[in-house]
């Protein structure tokens, strides 16, 4: 074994062992989520779920991601027990194409879901330990 590598070996151990011990210690403080999303009643085709904690939860804020109207987070990754908002983004083509700064053009993404349940959400879900099972109904009108 190399200098280097004596020298840097402990360290690295810790750090894996920090990581590791991570996702048990938040396994306590997280829940699983399944569920479904629906945009004026049609399976939400792809797009993006996150849940932040509230003030009076405490933990990480988590997301996952929403395919063919179906969302599934894993403890491991899931939200904080408690209180979460929840933001849900999917942007979609718009027909149009927009150059895309490297001398070419790309499709025009623009979001597709009302900015009440993204940027200004007003969706908010109590997270409990174990699976959660979540549905969704959003409405462009």
Known sequence: MSHVMRRWAPLVVFAAGLLAGCGERDAGVRGSVRGRVTLDGSPLAAGWVTFEPTAGTSGPTAGGEIAKGVLSIKTAKGPAIG??????????????????????????????????????????????????DLVFDLKTK
């Not at 025009?108 to 879901?113: D, P, T």
């Open 83 to 132: 209180t979460n908002l929840v933001r849900i983004s999917s942007k979609q083509p718009t027909g149009r194409t927009v150059p895309n700064g490297f001398g070419g053009t790309m499709d025009e993404l623009a979001e597709a879901v009302p900015k009440h349940y993204n940027t200004a959400t007003t969706l908010e879900v109590e997270i409990k330990k174990g699976r959660n």
